[in-house]
């Protein structure tokens, strides 16, 4: 038996904890009840959500349909050749004690990933990413519902498309996918991945001459962010706000004959990545705050509700930054959370 709430409010299942409401709540706790949910009046296969832990989304509204949250739990071992591990996760694991329980079992991969908020099964979604790691690397298969064939089925690595903060589950048609599952493939051997800023001189601190493990760095990413991020049981927000635009490489060189000091990353593909919250930082907005909502004093690309934000605020506040940022740089920024409803043109760099 579902219980589905009406009305339900959404302001604790987001992070940016804005007060806002879902028409239909329901909480998904086991993948056998799926047809249930399925064949619920309130189900429309267009408009449902399905929603994690409300990390990467922006609520500009009352949610006008059904909500599924995915709560399922569960971890098991699915293969150990002595080398490497297959580990499977259920979606609705907390991401960050699922990393935990790995590095725990002295299981290696994962630890550049501590403390990104949400769920297991919204980490292939946007293909997380953090001290020059993506999830991509250590995903063996996901596990979906395919709502078009009312199966479970498995899509491999490749099937996935991952790109930077993108995969197949941000284009499949109408929602076609939902996750219910997470094979990871991690290594019992320990490959440090430090060359991302400082990460590599916050580890060596903690490990205070004796040899890095993978729970070091674990601790020394937690460190960092610590330091640099929010903490959205403390203060609202979802993260980096915007995605780091990829341009042309002729617009690039343009902008730094004008800006030497700006960040940035060739891509193979000849384009280059820039940095966004540099970008923001140079119009002085660090601190600037429309309403309840503020530009993060410590990290530019943040934006958080500092007091009572309403999601009108935090709307008219990205439209601000994004303005200044493209008349200083003819540069559009995209937003990384997903919008709902989708009020922002999403622009390529
Ligand atoms: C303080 C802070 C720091 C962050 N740092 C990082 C970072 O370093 N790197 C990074 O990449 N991200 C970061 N994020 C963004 C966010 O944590 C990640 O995108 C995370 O994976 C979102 O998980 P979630 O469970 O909260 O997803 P939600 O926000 O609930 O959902 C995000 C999207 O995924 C979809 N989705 C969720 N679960 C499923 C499912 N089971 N099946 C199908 N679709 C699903 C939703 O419909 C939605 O479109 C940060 C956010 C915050 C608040």
Redesign the pocket.
């Known amino acids: 038996m579902i219980n589905v709430i009406e009305h339900a409010d959404l302001q604790p299942l987001?992070?940016f904890a804005l007060p806002v409401r879902a028409r239909w709540l329901v909480t998904l706790t086991n993948t056998e009840q799926l047809p249930d949910i399925l064949a619920l009046p309130q189900f429309e296969r267009q408009s449902v959500?399905?929603?994690?832990?409300?990390?990467?989304?922006l609520f500009c509204a009352d949610y006008p349909a059904l909500v599924v949250r995915?709560a399922n739990r569960g971890i098991r071992l699915v293969a150990d050749d002595g080398v490497q591990v297959i580990v499977e996760a259920a979606?609705g694991e907390n991401?960050h004690e699922f990393v935990q329980y790995t590095l725990e079992q002295g299981w290696c991969g994962l630890e550049n990933?501590s403390l990104?908020?949400?769920?297991v099964?919204?980490?292939p979604?946007?293909?997380?990413?953090?001290y020059g790691v993506e999830v991509q690397s250590c995903i063996e298969a996901v596990q979906?519902f395919d709502l078009e064939s009312q199966q479970l089925c498995w899509l491999s690595r490749n099937e996935c498309s991952f790109a930077y903060?993108d995969s197949v589950?941000?284009h499949d048609r109408q929602?076609r996918?939902?996750?219910?599952a997470v094979r990871f493939v991690l290594s019992r051997s320990f490959t440090p991945q430090l060359h991302y800023g400082d990460l590599a001189q916050v580890a060596t601190e903690l490990a205070q001459g004796q040899p890095l493990t993978a729970s070091i760095v674990a601790q020394a990413v937690c460190r960092i962010?610590r330091q640099k991020?929010?903490?959205?049981r403390v203060l609202g927000?979802?993260?980096?706000f915007f995605k780091n635009p990829v341009v042309a490489a002729e617009l690039a060189e343009s902008l730094l004959k004008q800006y030497p000091t700006l960040p940035h990353y060739p891509q193979p593909d000849g384009q280059v990545k820039l940095a966004a919250g540099w970008m923001i930082d140079q119009c002085s907005l660090k601190g600037y705050q429309l309403g309840g909502a503020a530009v993060h004093e410590k990290q530019a690309l943040?934006l958080v509700n500092k007091k009572q934000a309403s999601a009108a605020d935090v709307v008219a506040l990205a439209e601000y930054v994004r303005n200044c940022v493209a008349q200083h740089f003819q540069v559009l920024l995209e937003p990384?959370?997903?919008w709902l409803p989708e009020v922002l043109p999403h622009a390529a760099g």
């Not at 991020?229 to 959205?232: A, R, S």
């Open positions: 987001n992070t959500l399905w929603l994690g832990g409300g990390s990467n989304i995915m979606a991401w990933l990104i908020p949400g769920t099964g919204a980490a979604v946007q293909n997380i990413g953090a979906c903060r589950f941000k929602g996918y939902v996750i219910v962010r991020l929010p903490d959205p927000s979802a993260g980096s943040v990384e959370p997903v």
